[in-house]
């Protein structure tokens, strides 16, 4: 994904206010061995941007002044009530040092899974991205998580995720909970009474 930004001189509140009442938006270039540069952004395509999945979990082609580098968002603050982003944090990757990202995780095969269809069960997702490291190049856009096999009461944990080549899951702790298949209350008084009859 390509974006395209400017560097800008003028820091502060103020050349901020200008800046987005001018339907641009600050923000920062940091990390590697250059200097952090401030940029600004255009604002409506930087709005769009943010509303798809990717461009939170992709490696980022930024142009500044014609000079592009390789960057990943780290971090975008929007106004409270108003459909304005006010600021954007971009950090430089090197393509030779691993990176540490959340990917988001897509949740597949559902309405297939024994769970759902032979014991009426809810599949909660217990997480909804994944902590991963990897090099740039390596970066996944997203993790697929599969519940084609989904038994009612079972869980999938981080362990059991299949991750593309040279990515490694991040855990803190215990062998994580990704999703689980519960059988309502409901759903099992309702069997009890119709065995009993």
């Known amino acids: ?54 461009f939170h979990s992709s490696i980022l082609d930024l142009e500044v002044d014609g000079k592009s580098e390789k960057v990943l968002l780290r971090d975008f603050q929007v106004h409270a009530y108003k459909q304005l982003v006010l600021h954007a944090d971009f950090q430089r990757v090197d393509p030779n040092k691993k990176i540490h990202v959340k990917v988001p995780l897509h949740f597949v095969n559902a309405d297939v899974s024994p769970a759902v269809k032979l014991a009426s069960a809810v599949i909660s997702h217990v997480a909804v991205e994944l902590d991963v490291s990897c090099l740039p190049a390596d970066l996944p856009e997203f993790v697929e998580v599969d519940l084609s096999t989904l038994e009612a009461g079972q869980s999938i944990h981080v362990s059991q995720l299949p991750l593309p080549k040279g990515v490694t899951a991040v855990v803190h702790g215990d ?15 309702a069997e009890a009474q119709a065995e009993a009859k």
Do not use: C, W
């Not at 974006?3 to 050349?15: D, H, L, M, N, P």
């Not at 062998?175 to 008084?189: E, N, Q, S």
């Open 1 to 54: 994904m390509k974006v395209i930004a400017f560097a800008r001189k003028e820091q502060g509140t103020g050349a901020s206010r200008r800046l987005r009442n001018a339907g641009q938006t600050p923000g920062i270039i940091y990390g590697g061995t250059e200097a952090p540069v401030a940029i600004s952004l255009d604002h409506n395509a930087l709005y769009h941007a943010l509303k798809k999945e990717a």
């Open 175 to 189: 062998d994580a909970t990704v999703a689980i298949a519960v059988v309502p209350a409901g759903a099992t008084a």
